[in-house]
């Protein structure tokens, strides 16, 4: 017995196709094309994702963060204490100021380094052409360096609790002030290095922009801090206030300008 034959597409007076059943219309093939492109349309954190895991397998295979930045943060601790006389006193007071400085001087490193690869062999031209938003890169190459940060300020917290037997009383109020402090630094290093990259001094020129903007940062988390550790007897929720702030304005004003920054540097 011969198959019967699937009904071809045709309007009919009823609306429906011939020998087709009301209870289960046949889907109009332009609607069809229309739906197949609405799942084909790329989801906006996909962009950011894939450009932060594209930067975070290159540290990951080149391993600059675990060998050269650490052990500098590390390093610039230790410092820190010499300097002081290591009089565990003045470390314990002093431990949020010294703390958030070996922060920043590693994110120099760490910014550095994120346009050092964009700038090898024209990444940044790939990414233009690669069709993505560009405020979805800037949020895709931040969100990289803020996981760096990250990875950095814990190791440098487990130092500072063990080297200047720093204690933490707010533990809320450290994580938050840390979380907003990092979204900052990643926000404006990332915009700063865009800027830069297309400079042939941009080894020098990188960390004298970043100073004066870090200086905000560096005053609102210690003041947060110290509030966290105990060591300073100010409202820091209110500081941590500033520090959102900072954060938003510098990823608004990121996203919106790294578009046109990237092109004029290609």
């Not at 894939?50 to 943060?73: G, M, T, Y």
């Not at 490193?109 to 690669?130: H, I, M, P, W, Y």
């Not at 060591?231 to 919106?256: C, E, R, S």
């Amino acid at each position: 017995m011969r198959p019967r034959p699937r009904p071809r597409w045709r309007p009919a007076a009823c609306g429906w196709p011939e020998g087709s059943s009301p209870a289960r219309p046949l889907v109009h093939p332009p609607a069809r094309r229309a739906r197949r492109g609405h799942r084909l349309r790329r989801h906006p954190m996909r962009d950011v994702l894939l450009v932060a895991a594209k930067d975070l397998r290159i540290e990951l295979r080149s391993r600059v963060l675990l060998f050269q930045v650490a052990p500098f943060a590390l390093a610039t601790l230790v410092l820190f204490g010499f300097a002081l006389d290591a009089d565990r006193a003045a470390l314990r007071n002093f431990s949020p100021g010294l703390f958030w400085v070996a922060v920043l001087l590693t994110a120099l490193l760490a910014a550095q380094r994120s346009v050092a690869v964009e700038c090898a062999g024209r990444a940044a031209d790939a990414l233009l052409l690669s069709g993505a938003v560009p405020a979805r890169i800037f949020a895709g190459k931040a969100l990289a360096l803020a996981v760096q940060l990250v990875v950095l300020e814990v190791l440098l917290g487990v130092a500072l609790v063990v080297l200047y037997d720093a204690r933490v009383e707010h533990v809320g109020l450290a994580a938050a002030a840390a979380a907003a402090a990092t979204v900052g630094i990643a926000a404006a290093g990332t915009l700063y290095g865009v800027l830069a990259a297309p400079l042939g001094v941009r080894e020098t020129l990188l960390p004298v922009l970043l100073l004066p903007v870090f200086a905000p940062v560096l005053i609102g988390a210690t003041r947060a801090f110290g509030d966290a550790l105990g060591t300073a007897a100010v409202n820091g929720w209110a500081w941590f206030g500033l520090l959102g702030l900072f954060a938003l304005v510098y990823a608004v004003f990121g996203a919106l300008a790294y578009g046109p920054l990237m092109e004029a540097e290609s």
